[in-house]
């Protein structure tokens, strides 16, 4: 994944910042609680919305059980239709593959479409590497390129911005970048629009080079789909001379019908609406229409190393729409930035300690980025349990094993720092085994409850991270167990 | 009807007056209950944190300890929830990792009969007035697993409702996770904090004396945070409002938090 | 290139080691139990619910019988003072009969991006509407042209030819469209929520979106 995030501290710390910085907590919760509500009214509307999320989780699991057989038709169609297929193993392989064919243009610059799979692989980074200017063009990647700034949201990278701090972000940074914001630019979000669209018109104009990511593939016809709001995405993949579509291997799906279920899922889960302003498809080139060299990046970057672990492996079933952050109290509260990747909230916890292993402690640390509430369950499209693939990468992290890396099998020792909890575990498995050492420790505790404090406001070790801002409950005199005996007691002289 | 008391870990250490309540309230309902001796706790901590082979010889106490019986019931939506959810689970993998399926077995022996207390009064001994009086202002928390892995609806909201001189309030933003999240609460204690200070905020606006849920972890953080700040409501388990009735004197329960 | 071919189908095939050789991909079942539509057949009631969706999304909804085209496509280009349209060339001339003093730009692969965007207007006809979403489904066919014509234009007029070319939902949309061709879906004029979330309308589409739906006469 992208440079920039490594070396970040683990998630809990960056967190921490996060839930002491007023402004972005607010903002984040004045966009997610917004989205919320819109979503639910959204999905309300269909009464058949569960079967739907059935049915799209279903064309998913049978597209990932049989990946290698939908890949090779969805080759043979886009070559079929005009296009060029290209293969990358991973990040620094689709970089390369895409550098080379802009360059191959003679062109140093390209304007994109907001792509998930090239903020994952640092395309921008690599391309300026080689002299070549990439300008983002969605809005909000627009705000965080021209911020010298890095994503937070899947679908709204700038939601930590509010509009004050935009306005000032254009002001000061557009004139850098091209044509400069409007005089006396207001805060209005329409006006900020406006600046946008003026800022981007020439660069739309004169492009020769597009590149996008795409949100399905549809085998049987080689047909790329890309959904978006703007009008953006429809100017990159129509007005240059060549398009560049970098897609993770995960994006396909069978047939043509089977958008029928995505068409549906995706608008309300993503953005609230029950359907977003344009969806653009294209099979191949078109005579006269649109671009006239097509290439397909088909990046896997990690993703076969997901596939191969069945509990796992249902991340992969992701359209992206990032209901699950919106509904994330964690992520409410922790900020996209935290998760360290370009997949922040629930997905991100659970997908980037696949795609990048969890030896970095930051990676390690994002399957306990959750206390487990479900919401992001609840609201996924395409129902993947998050709360049970993070369980399981916890897993992963204190216990280690067999897992798949690179597209290897290794043995992955346990990540450090979990060797006390380990020892706790096992004490309390064993206790709880033993009920009569659990009730002498309960008597003991409860006998000597004049000797606790009478708050416990600092407790020692990592328990101490609950007494920051939390008392403990008193022990009471007698555990229930106890109070039992003599209940049955004396039920059983009374009857 | 042969119904045994889980009672969990927590509850049986540190919140035996919930168990007292829950037994007062089944035994008023006519309920035989009897308290198997051998239980211990369900493993939920251990299965969350990602240390699920600990969990299995819990599986494995709880489907021999609770066998003769054919309800098991519990006053934690969550304990109830790791039982339902997790133990078939834990029997999953374990035929996956061809170790037999021993632990699948006695999953699927224990699963049906677990019921959460508010889903076996409901359903299985079909009431919603149980004879209660607690005249005070409530706000009800739906803690996450209640709601999203058991779905018990508004099963508690109906045992609420039908609690003779209780005024329901309205709690805003009901189902967002309070916080707690076992582990979670100290590995991200930050983030933890922060949850619980919001959702105390939104109970001190009910207005209500009491905030109540059926289950006592999460009612153990939000609690702690109300007893760090000084302000907020009584956080009772809700089987201590429904043991209640007329009779009862105007009594605090002995445990919980220092004020 | 092909060493990275090779790479991730063969770690793809070791990744699903334990999906049994003899699986074939229609042996995972795919419950298609959804509705094919949430609205009922009454052709009147679909073109309602279109023109309300279209509407609630700030589209401009126009009804009129087809002989009233021109005069609609007419009024429209003045309203918005377009001196210069742009059409696709198998846009029927009748449409822009009444259009006085209005100059009608040709979709041609010589027109450049530069001389589009100096035009104000574009006039299309589309392969079809979905009623519950609100869409217009443009697939270049000649009554509408390339695909740039009808974005870099500020004000976009598309004429929906009622009954024939409303359905009433997505599932109802695609077996009629044709993947080969690149298709346009287009719900309401260009909108963005990247500002705290916020949907306001306006950023690189057309701006306004003028739907005349017209029913057919007789």
Request: charged content about 25%; glycine content about 8%; some cysteine.
């Given at each position: ?11 809990p ?8 910085d ?23 509307e ?20 049989h990946?290698?057989?939908y890949?090779l ?8 239709a ?22 191959r ?13 090239t903020?994952e692989?640092?395309l ?43 306005r ?7 004139a ?24 981007l018109?020439?660069k739309?104009?004169r492009a ?19 959904l978006?709001s ?8 129509t ?17 043509w019908?089977?958008l ?9 889960s ?26 397909l990046v088909?990046l ?5 190393d ?20 919106n509904?994330?109290?964690?992520y ?6 935290a998760?360290?990747?370009?997949y922040?909230?629930?997905?991100g916890?659970?997908l980037?300690?696949q795609l990048r292993?969890?030896t ?7 399957p ?10 609840e ?8 709360p ?15 897992v ?7 043995t992955i ?7 006390a ?7 309390a ?11 002498a420790?309960?008597r ?11 708050r ?5 070790g990592p ?10 409950p ?21 009857e | 009807?042969?119904?045994a ?33 051998g ?12 240390y699920r ?5 819990l ?16 006053p ?22 061809g ?8 999953a ?13 009064l409901?359903?299985?001994?079909g ?8 005249p005070?202002?409530?706000a009800?928390h ?23 001189g209780?005024e ?5 933003g009901a ?6 999240g076992?582990?979670?609460?100290v ?17 001190v ?15 153990t953080?939000?609690g702690?945070?109300?007893?760090r700040?000084?302000?907020?409501p ?7 409002i ?12 002995a445990?919980?938090f220092?004020? | ?25 229609e042996?995972v079942?795919?419950p ?11 052709p009147?009631r679909?073109?309602d619910l ?5 509407a ?22 003045a ?7 742009v059409?696709?060339g198998?846009?029927?001339s ?36 979905i ?5 217009l ?18 004000h ?9 070319q ?18 346009t ?15 306001v309308?306006?950023?690189h589409?057309?701006?306004v ?9 007789g």
């Amino acid at each position: 994944m992208s440079r920039t995030d490594l070396g970040m501290p683990a998630f809990p710390r960056a967190a921490e910042r996060a839930t002491r910085d007023q402004r972005l907590r607010g903002n984040l919760r004045h966009a997610t609680h917004t989205i919320r509500a819109k979503r639910a009214t959204a999905v309300a509307e269909l009464d058949d919305w569960q079967r739907l999320r059935a049915a799209g989780a279903a064309v998913k699991n049978r597209t990932l059980r049989h990946l290698d057989h939908y890949l090779l038709q969805a080759e043979a169609a886009v070559t079929e239709a005009g296009g060029t297929v290209h293969w990358a193993a991973d990040a620094a392989e689709a970089n390369r593959i895409v550098a080379g064919l802009v360059k191959r243009t003679g062109e140093r610059e390209v304007v994109k479409v907001k792509s998930m799979a090239t903020q994952e692989t640092g395309l921008n980074a690599a391309l300026e590497a080689e002299g070549i200017r990439a300008y983002e063009t969605d809005l909000a990647e627009l705000i965080v390129q021209l911020g010298h700034d890095r994503p937070s949201h899947i679908l709204v990278p700038a939601i930590h911005r509010n509009r004050g701090e935009i306005r000032d972000i254009f002001r000061r940074e557009m004139a850098a970048w091209g044509r400069p914001a409007p005089e006396a630019l207001g805060d209005d979000p329409a006006e900020l629009a406006e600046a946008a669209r003026l800022h981007l018109r020439e660069k739309f104009l004169r492009a020769k080079v597009g590149v996008s990511g795409a949100n399905f593939l549809v085998a049987e016809t080689g047909t790329l789909v890309v959904l978006e709001s703007e009008g953006n995405g429809r100017m990159c993949l129509t007005l240059p001379d060549t398009l560049i579509s970098v897609v993770g291997i995960e994006k396909i799906v069978p047939t043509w019908r089977d958008l029928e279920v995505f068409l549906q899922l995706l608008p309300r889960s993503s953005t609230a609406e029950r359907m977003n302003p344009y969806t653009t498809t294209w099979t191949g080139t078109t005579d006269g229409d649109g671009p006239r060299a097509f290439h397909l990046v088909l990046l896997d970057n990690g993703r076969t190393d997901a596939l191969a672990d069945t509990v796992g492996r249902q991340a992969l079933r992701c359209i992206r729409c990032s209901a699950c952050l919106n509904v994330c109290p964690v992520y409410e509260r922790a900020g996209g930035h935290a998760y360290g990747s370009a997949y922040p909230g629930p997905i991100g916890a659970i997908l980037t300690p696949q795609l990048r292993g969890v030896t970095d402690p930051l990676d390690a640390s994002l399957p306990y980025a959750s206390s487990l509430c479900g919401a992001c369950y609840e609201v996924c499209p395409v129902a993947i349990d998050i709360p049970e693939v993070l369980v399981h990468l916890r897993e992963r992290v204190v216990e280690g094993g067999r897992v798949t890396r690179h597209g290897a099998r290794v043995t992955i020792k346990p990540a450090k720092g979990h060797a006390a909890e380990r020892a706790a575990m096992r004490a309390a498995r064993w206790t709880f085994d033993h009920p009569r050492a659990l009730r002498a420790g309960e008597r003991l505790a409860s006998r000597t409850r004049r000797l606790h404090p009478s708050r416990l406001r600092v407790l020692p070790g990592p328990a101490r991270a609950w007494s920051d801002s939390r008392d403990l409950p008193a022990v009471p005199p007698e555990p229930f167990r106890d109070w039992w005996a003599r209940h049955r007691a004396a039920k059983g002289e009374r009857e | 009807m042969r119904v045994a008391l889980f009672i969990t870990c927590v509850n049986d250490a540190l919140f035996p007056g919930t168990g007292r309540a829950t037994v007062t309230l089944l035994e008023r309902l006519g309920v035989q209950v009897d308290f198997p001796a051998g239980q211990s706790c369900c493993g939920q901590i251990q299965y969350n944190t990602g240390y699920r082979h600990e969990t299995e010889p819990l599986l494995r106490r709880f489907a021999r300890v609770f066998a003769p019986y054919e309800y098991v019931v519990t006053p934690s939506g969550s304990c109830a929830a790791m039982v339902r959810e997790n133990y078939p689970r834990l029997g999953e993998r374990a035929v996956a990792e061809g170790r037999g399926g021993e632990l699948a077995e006695l999953a699927a022996e224990a699963v049906p009969k677990v019921r959460e207390l508010t889903e076996f009064l409901v359903d299985v001994l079909g009431v919603t007035d149980v004879g209660a009086y607690f005249p005070h202002s409530v706000a009800y928390h739906p803690t996450c697993h209640s709601l999203r892995v058991l779905r018990v609806g508004d099963r508690p909201l109906r045992l609420l409702r039908a609690v003779e001189g209780l005024e329901l309030r309205e709690l805003a933003g009901a189902q967002e996770c309070c916080g707690f999240g076992g582990t979670f609460a100290v590995k991200n204690a930050a983030v933890s904090s922060a949850m619980g200070a919001d959702k105390v905020a939104d109970a001190v606006a009910t207005g209500a004396e009491v905030l109540c849920a059926a289950d006592n972890s999460c009612l153990t953080h939000i609690g702690g945070t109300i007893a760090r700040t000084g302000r907020g409501p009584r956080v009772m388990h809700l089987a201590e409002i429904l043991a209640r009735t007329e009779a009862d004197a105007p009594s605090r329960t002995a445990e919980g938090f220092r004020r | 290139m092909s060493g990275g071919r090779d790479v991730v189908l063969g770690r793809i095939r070791r990744a699903l080691a334990d999906v049994p050789a003899a699986e074939r991909p229609e042996d995972v079942a795919v419950p298609r139990d959804y509705r094919t539509t949430h609205t009922d057949d009454d052709p009147a009631r679909a073109l309602d619910l279109l023109a309300a969706r279209l509407a609630d999304y700030r589209a401009r909804v126009h009804r009129c019988g087809e002989q009233e085209i021109p005069r609609r496509v007419a009024e429209l280009l003045a309203e918005r003072g377009s001196r210069a349209v742009v059409v696709p060339g198998g846009l029927p001339s009748a449409w822009l009969s009444r259009a006085e003093g209005v100059e009608v730009v040709t979709d041609d692969p010589g027109l450049t991006h530069a001389r589009l965007d100096g035009v104000r207007s574009v006039v299309t006809g589309c392969a079809l509407a979905i009623a519950e979403t609100g869409t217009l489904v443009l697939d270049a066919s000649p009554d509408q042209g390339s695909r740039r014509i009808s974005l870099i234009p500020d004000h976009h007029v598309c004429v929906v030819r009622a009954p024939a070319q409303v359905v009433a939902s997505v599932p109802l949309a695609l077996p009629r469209l044709d993947p080969a061709r690149p298709l346009t879906w287009i719900s309401g004029p260009s909108a963005t929520s990247d500002i705290e979330l916020d949907r306001v309308e306006g950023v690189h589409g057309p701006r306004v979106l003028d739907v005349i739906i017209a029913t057919t006469d007789g």
